[in-house]
């Protein structure tokens, strides 16, 4: 162990900031054009150099190109943090000319500006700025009128090599947290009286073992918006001797979010209400501090642990009294002997009292591409059992942060001027010294700078020794345990009455407790420059999807072989002999009609007429040129002959043996031509994609899965390139568990389209069944990719983290998918709420067109009264106005006005209709997805808009029916009857088990109670054809024919069409039985029973051969109905025919 050598320490790097130069300065003297000024750069508490004096006018800059310099160390785990959230703090100077008598120049500090040093930590070698110059207070510049230039001044930054090098960029992340403010607090927090400052703190990690409190200490209280207008431009969280609006980052504004998207709590409805009035009338306590960290890749690495293990971070609120300075202690004694009326006692140095902690759930930081969270967070009681509840952490920051908040309390109080130099820093680092065996100090936040060898700042000496870090320890949290411990005894605390005297329960903190009456809430907000789970971008899924299922082209590649020359030749002879064919007919067509026989001599005279007319027109040019380009591409691409033949031998050979290829090719392209304009034409399916689904549907209903098969099967062979036909095909394997097969049809869907959300989806559950789950991920986030919007893809991924116990990525989809769910709702209402106010203003404009019209007529009809009456009848109509406006006056001021005066009411805020897991469930019943049902309805049972209801038990039914679990399907049913009586969907699905139960008199009942209902069933078909088959076991034709009408009517198929041929058959009514048997005929004439009936119906007709062909079509498609056979039979025996073996 000691011969090991120690490892390599990076040397320190050199920080250089050039003043490069001021402009725009004003001084002391208004008589004076020139400015003689200088800068002074400092760094935290530590001066870093004054610049020269140089003169600046309004024309002329003040070039000064002073470089200061600093270092930075690595052996300090946290010296990049401290240049992370340190400005340089640079202030400019007014030297005054010496007087007569003066021995020493006297100096003005017009104005300061802060240099911000984060770009340099995210490995930036030179940044440069332009920072405007805040006057100081009682500073020349204030009297500057805002439309005059303001002072500026231009800085560089740079450093040789990068502080942060690629493999620490890669590791470490810089995160930055935002204090905003703290509303609604208790009540006996005022403004007049006894004043108080206010802090918060929160631990964040420095090493894999260690953390460090971070302290914001300056918070204050204000007044309500409507008093004071907040300012929102955020703090620097460690100003050094920054003043006035130097202690504000340049171009740094608090965020502001809709409720909808922030993180925290109070995000609901019930809650605007009281957001409203806490952030516009009541007092808050403003922070608006920012503070940088910079995390080491250990570090990130333990935040992320430690948020996997427990979500809730403690974000720590506390009271603590003013800095003690000079008079003001005084006045902090005389304060706090007050506060004894009110049940507190006395404020000590560093006391804490209204402690409050805020859970912040961290676990948006988990989700994929996260890297920020912002929201209102409620604060509680702090009790160390609370803390631990939630946090897991046995202790909290109180004292701890008490004791570094006054420290930087009293620096901020401290006179600006220079600092005195003195024993208490060497004091204190005696002190430090003495302690080095103890935990780590404070100091480890602080950057260890080759110019701390100079002169120590007190205040900071005394700070670095207080402060402790926290540690993971048994031992350190004992030590804290203790020490909060002690520190309760001074605050208030009640026992509980029932427990003995020496078993008390644990403290309660009544001051902490006046958070929760008063609702208070405090914004906060973490933002990381990268997420700390990366999330793969669009093109990154669609490479791995395009991996695991290579695209396919919609069309074969184009081939320039031979055998491709050969059919274009072929092609080009087609072409040619119908053009040749065209214009004999045009020659000879009138010949033709009329001549029967000609000799050999009239056909070689018509031959030479037309030759002689193609040669004359040119056409025959024409067809040579035509031909020609074939020709040569068969020499090329067949003979391979693409240069010139140096032997003529050798050219007459070629040329024999290409003229008689090309002859034999003429003809067979000349027969094939012929032959096929001898052929009939190829009559058009008469059932098209959607029907041929419809009878897939109708038969995986009944139970008939060949068939099925058979009709999704037909529908990819029409189209192989339609993602659907896949699609659909996979579903139906889904449902009779041929995992294979299915994903073999998703493959196919995804292959021909990439952006086939449903197709995606399905491809990752069937993953998920094989427990493929690297693969079923990336099918899941591609899906929420290709449609960003979809609440479907977001729900999907979600349940898919439900089943691979992925708990905070779950709740990441989840959150996602509500999003879209309430925006949805939200849009739908503004269309419905457009969509009305058009129809009120179409409504509106025709009843003012029929007022016109009203108006004139009674007008003219009035002029011809009046003409009549005469004048009495005129001052009578004159004297109504009058008596209306008498009316109106005494209603004060007009209508409209008194309706301005009232606030409008707010309108609610859309609900969504469904929730995200019934959604999720509809789809998913339809494509036979069992197992993420059983999951989507899990969580719809738990949902706020779910739990037991009508559709829940339906969607329950529904998937039990899936699994042939009859008996709790029917269970489910009669829950879903106590929510909705006449729902018919719930009497469809009644029947349907009761049918599938053989209890064919309940089912009819069931069914015969859906179709009675004004509305219908989500799906009748089925009803129909099963109520339909229960009448005709029942020997009710009539009742049969009607309802297979039903179905025919609104979908038609063989089925339905078979359940009326056999009604009427049954009825007797042979015509309107043959009618209906031939429709079914046509849309499937491969099925046994309909030829069955048919050859019934044409042996009661008596047609023989009708009857024969009928029935041996049955028994070549294998007619298994033995009581339809056995009818047929006899039939035949009673006819004598119909059977060809008689």
């Not at 320190?12 to 208004?30: C, D, H, M, Y």
């Not at 965020?255 to 019930?270: L, M, N, Y």
């Not at 309660?508 to 906060?524: C, T």
């Amino acid at each position: 162990m000691g011969d090991s050598e120690p490892p390599s320490i990076r040397p320190p790097e050199t920080i250089t900031i050039t003043v490069l130069r001021a402009r725009n300065l004003k001084g002391s003297s208004t008589k004076a054009d020139a400015v003689n000024a200088m800068v002074k750069v400092e760094f935290g508490e530590k001066g870093l150099g004054e610049s020269p004096k140089v003169d600046c006018t309004a024309d002329t800059p003040a070039e000064f190109n002073y470089n200061a310099t600093m270092s930075c160390t690595y052996d300090d785990p946290t010296a990049l943090d401290e240049i992370a959230h340190k400005p340089v703090v640079l202030t400019v100077i007014e030297v005054l000319p010496k007087e007569k008598k003066q021995k020493e120049e006297k100096t003005v500090q017009l104005g300061q500006c802060t240099v911000d040093m984060l770009p340099l930590v995210k490995g930036e070698t030179k940044h440069r700025y332009t920072l405007v110059v805040n006057p100081l207070p009682g500073s020349p510049l204030e009297t500057i009128p805002p439309e005059a230039p303001r002072p500026e001044v231009d800085v560089m930054l740079s450093v040789n090599e990068p502080l942060v090098d690629n493999s620490q960029l890669d590791a470490g992340n810089l995160m930055t947290i935002t204090v905003e403010s703290l509303f609604s607090p208790p009540e006996s927090w005022t403004l007049t009286g006894a004043q108080y400052a206010y802090a918060a703190a929160l631990p964040v990690p420095v090493t894999s073992e260690k953390e460090t409190p971070i302290v914001f200490a300056n918070g204050a209280l204000k007044p309500g918006i409507d008093k004071e207008v907040p300012n929102k431009q955020k703090k620097w969280a460690v100003p050094a001797t920054a003043q006035a609006n130097a202690i504000y980052m340049p171009d740094q504004f608090i965020a502001q979010d809709a409720i909808e998207d922030e993180d925290g709590d109070f995000r609901g409805k019930d809650d605007r209400e009281h957001r409203t009035v806490a952030e516009q009338e009541k007092n808050r306590c403003t922070w608006n501090t920012e503070r940088r960290s910079y995390l080491e890749g250990s570090a990130v690495k333990s935040f992320q642990d430690k948020i996997a293990k427990c979500r809730y971070w403690p974000l720590e609120v506390m009271r603590l009294p003013q800095p003690a300075s000079g008079k003001g202690k005084k006045k902090q004694d005389e304060q706090a002997d007050t506060k004894k009326g009110s049940g507190a006692v006395k404020d000590d140095e560093g006391s804490v009292s209204f402690h409050g902690v805020a859970f912040v759930n961290l676990a948006p930081l988990l989700y994929p591409g996260v890297k920020r969270i912002r929201g209102a967070y409620k604060i509680y009681s702090y009790t160390d059992q609370a803390l631990y509840e939630k946090t897991k952490r046995k202790v909290g920051l109180g004292e701890e942060a008490a004791r570094i908040a006054n420290n930087i309390l009293n620096r901020s109080t401290a006179s600006p001027g220079p600092k005195k130099g003195g024993g208490g820093g060497k004091d204190d680092k005696k002190e430090k010294d003495a302690k080095k065996g103890g935990p780590t100090h404070q100091s480890s936040r602080h950057s260890r700078l080759d110019d701390s060898r100079h002169s120590k700042v007190p205040g900071d000496e005394t700070r670095r020794s207080n402060s402790i870090a926290q540690t993971h320890d048994s031992e350190d949290h004992d030590t804290h345990a203790k020490d909060h411990h002690d520190h309760k005894k001074t605050s208030q605390t009640i026992k509980s009455d029932a427990g003995s005297e020496h078993e008390a329960q644990a403290p309660v903190n009544l001051e902490g407790q006046q958070y929760v009456d008063s609702k208070s809430y405090i914004m906060f907000e973490i933002c990381l420059t990268k997420p700390l789970i990366p999330k793969r971008p669009p093109e990154e899924l669609a490479r791995r999807v395009a991996e695991y299922i290579p695209p396919r082209p919609l069309f074969p590649k184009r081939t320039d072989g031979a055998q491709r020359a050969v059919d274009d030749f072929h092609t080009q002879v087609s072409s040619v002999a119908g053009l040749i064919l065209d214009e004999f007919r045009d020659m000879f067509g009138d010949d033709l009609k009329t001549d029967e026989n000609l000799s050999q001599e009239a056909m070689e005279a018509r031959r030479q007429k037309l030759i002689y007319e193609l040669n004359a027109s040119g056409k025959y040019f024409a067809f040579k040129e035509q031909l020609k380009h074939s020709v040569v591409k068969i020499v090329r691409e067949k003979y391979l002959k693409t240069t010139n033949f140096e032997d003529r031998q050798e050219l007459q050979t070629f040329l024999s043996e290409l003229y008689v290829y090309l002859i034999d090719q003429m003809h067979e392209s000349l027969t094939k031509t012929l032959s096929l304009e001898d052929q009939a034409p190829v009559p058009a399916p008469l059932t098209d994609s959607e029907q041929l689904k419809h009878f897939a549907r109708e038969a995986e209903v009944n139970g008939n899965f060949e068939l099925a098969t058979k009709y999704y099967q037909e529908r990819i062979a029409r189209n192989r390139n339609d993602p659907s036909h896949w699609f659909d095909y996979g579903t139906f394997c889904l449902y009779i568990n041929d995992i294979t097969k299915a994903e073999e049809c998703f493959k196919e869907c995804v292959a021909i389209d990439q952006k086939h959300l449903h197709g995606l989806l399905l491809f990752g559950v069937v993953c998920t069944l094989q427990e493929k789950h690297e693969a079923a991920e990336t099918f899941f986030e591609a899906a929420t990719c290709v449609q960003p919007k979809s609440i479907l893809a977001w729900t999907m991924l979600g349940l898919f983290y439900d089943a691979v116990q992925n708990e905070i990525g779950a709740e990441m989809a989840y959150i996602e998918a509500n999003k879209l769910n309430q925006q949805a709702a939200v849009n739908a209402a503004r269309a419905l709420k457009e969509e009305e106010l058009a129809k009120q203003r179409v409504e509106h404009s025709e009843s003012e067109a029929s007022h016109k019209a009203d108006k004139s007529h009674v007008s003219h009809g009035d002029s011809r009264e009046t003409s009549k009456t005469g004048r009495n009848k005129s001052d009578s109509n004159l004297s109504r106005p009058s008596s209306e406006y008498r009316r109106g006056s005494a209603r004060g001021t007009p209508q409209m006005e008194e309706a301005s005066e009232e606030t409008p009411p707010r309108e609610p805020t859309p609900v969504p209709t469904s929730s995200i897991y019934m959604q999720a469930i509809d789809w998913l019943l339809e494509v036979k997805a069992v197992p993420f049902t059983e999951r989507a309805l899990a969580h719809e049972l738990l949902s706020p808009m779910g739990g037991l209801t009508a559709h829940y038990h339906i969607a329950l039914a529904r998937v039990k029916l899936q699994k042939s679990d009859l008996k709790e399907a029917e269970e489910s049913l009669n829950e879903a009857l106590q929510f909705d009586y006449q729902n018919p969907d719930v009497w469809a699905l009644m029947g349907h088990v009761m049918y599938l139960l053989n209890d064919t008199t309940e089912a009819r009942s069931c069914y015969e109670r859906t179709i009675d209902f004004v509305a219908d069933a989500s799906e009748m078909h089925s009803v129909y054809l099963r109520l339909g088959s229960i009448y005709l076991r029942d020997e009710k034709f009539q009742e049969a024919k009607n309802t297979f009408l039903m179905a025919c009517k609104r979908s038609p198929s063989c089925v339905s069409w078979l359940g009326v041929g056999m009604a009427c058959y049954r009825l007797g009514e042979l015509a309107e039985a043959e009618d209906a048997l031939s429709e079914a005929n046509i849309l499937n004439n491969s099925d046994p029973e309909v030829w069955g009936y048919l050859s019934l119906v044409c042996l009661k007709t008596g047609r023989q051969l009708e009857a024969e062909q009928a029935y041996k079509y049955a028994i070549k498609v294998n007619l298994e109905d033995t009581d339809l056979l056995d009818e047929i039979i006899r039939t035949q025996q009673e006819a004598g025919f119909g059977n060809p073996q008689f």
